[in-house]
């Protein structure tokens, strides 16, 4: 059992830092989506089963200027309520006199939220006395905003210098997403698969150089294939091409090389002499590509052949989309990939899908559950698996 599972925190009001950054309707400010309020309800709800009592602060948005009514986190409240099945207080203000008022009267199995932490500079700037001052409204510190982990801010990583160590605490969503991340990285069974995809080869650098050193195979697909089949001498026609990143593509198949890492690339590609749903489509293979045309999924073969990978995979980590999947002609690769990976998962195999757009693909098409884990953290899973080190979980473990 966790340090914080096996903790008692009874009579103990406990500050958790959540990552409640929900997109709301422009108009109407509702929410749209509240993954992320469900995905930090165990931690709150362990610690009132508890007999403690609970001071949510999160971010909304990014606020220019101090306080702004659209940033604001009482739009959250009423759904915050109805979630927890408690009468959520609210703070107008994260720091001062009434949040000081309203957290010291909080009683056993009360919730107190308080207002946007990013209507102070001093939290992103990562002040000190700013730190110092949210950190007296509580007894002990927990972090279970994974989201923004990778952000050396004064709620999630400078606060901890004032609480002892033995009143830090991952929350049970911050330990499940690094228990995930550990699994693929540091713990992985072989075959280890990396299935890396999305528009742009320099986005993904740190992350493949890292995965060089930990999987079996990679698997590259998206947009940044075609700068590695225009650096090995392919014809690409229209494709996406990072020019600048030629030389860096050959380094990495030379380094896969080196390293004993099979690198495999998309043997056919699906083709649009558009970028746009309506185009006139075709196959090629994707290192044979007509003037005027470009890859914009993955074709038949290659789905094949990726698939073929994944399923003898033993830990997968996918990070990518293999196409344009946001249109309905381009998306049949994704799916296949993730139809691969839900099937690989059923036999027994790690799945982790994390980071950015692989994420809204397997939500899209329904594979949330048939996977092993999805990340709710997109930068900060990127920056984990870039290999560096964050400061929100830093700071817990220190
Ligand atoms: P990323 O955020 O780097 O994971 O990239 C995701 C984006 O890459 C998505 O919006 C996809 O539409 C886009 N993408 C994937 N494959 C291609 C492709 N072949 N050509 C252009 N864009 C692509």
Redesign the pocket.
């Known amino acids: 059992m966790s340090k914080f599972s096996n903790h008692n925190f009874a009579n103990q009001k406990a500050l958790i830092r959540v990552d409640f950054n929900v997109p709301l309707d422009k108009s109407t400010f509702a929410i749209t989506d509240d993954t992320r309020m469900r995905a930090a309800l165990p931690t709150i709800q362990k610690i009132l089963n508890d007999g403690g009592s609970v001071i949510l602060m999160s971010h909304l948005g990014r606020p220019k200027d101090g306080p702004e009514d659209k940033y604001s986190l009482k739009h959250i409240l009423t759904h915050l309520s109805n979630l927890l099945k408690v009468q959520v207080k609210f703070a107008d203000d994260c720091i001062g006199a009434s949040a000081i008022e309203l957290a010291s009267s909080l009683k056993a199995g009360e919730v107190l939220l308080l207002e946007n932490l990013r209507f102070y500079k001093q939290e992103e700037k990562g002040d000190e006395a700013f730190a110092e001052k949210l950190s007296k409204l509580g007894d002990v510190w927990v972090n279970d905003a994974f989201g923004t982990a990778h952000r050396a801010h004064a709620s999630t990583a400078v606060i901890a210098k004032f609480f002892p160590k033995e009143k830090r605490f991952f929350g049970l969503l911050m330990e499940a997403e690094v228990n995930a991340a550990e699994k693929v990285l540091h713990k992985s069974e072989k075959p280890f698969v990396a299935i890396i995809?999305?528009?742009?080869v320099s986005?993904?650098i740190l992350i493949i150089e890292n995965l060089l050193e930990r999987a079996t195979d990679i698997i590259i697909?998206?947009?940044?294939?075609?700068t590695f089949m225009k650096a090995q001498g392919g014809q690409i026609g229209k494709?996406?091409c990072e020019e600048e990143r030629l030389q860096t593509a050959l380094e990495i198949l030379n380094k896969a090389v080196a390293k004993d890492v099979n690198i495999h690339l998309p043997s056919d590609?699906v083709i649009a002499d558009n970028?746009s749903n309506d185009a006139n489509v075709s196959t090629a293979p994707s290192n044979n590509i007509p003037d005027g045309w470009?890859?914009?999924?993955i074709a038949d073969n290659a789905q094949q052949q990726f698939a073929n990978v994944i399923k003898k995979s033993k830990t997968i980590l996918w990070?990518?989309?293999?196409?344009?999947?946001?249109?309905s002609k381009?998306q049949h690769g994704t799916k296949a990939i993730a139809i691969a990976v839900a099937e690989a998962t059923q036999n027994g195999a790690f799945s982790l899908v994390g980071?950015?757009?692989?994420v809204a693909a397997v939500n899209q098409f329904g594979f949330a559950n048939k996977v092993s884990y999805v990340s709710t953290g997109g930068g900060a899973m990127l920056e984990y698996f870039e290999g560096k080190i964050l400061p929100g979980i830093a700071a817990v473990n220190e």
């Open positions: 995809g999305g528009a742009k986005d993904k697909g998206g947009g940044m294939a075609y494709s996406l590609s970028f470009m890859g914009l999924d990070n990518g989309p293999m196409g344009v999947f946001e249109m381009f980071g950015g757009d692989s």
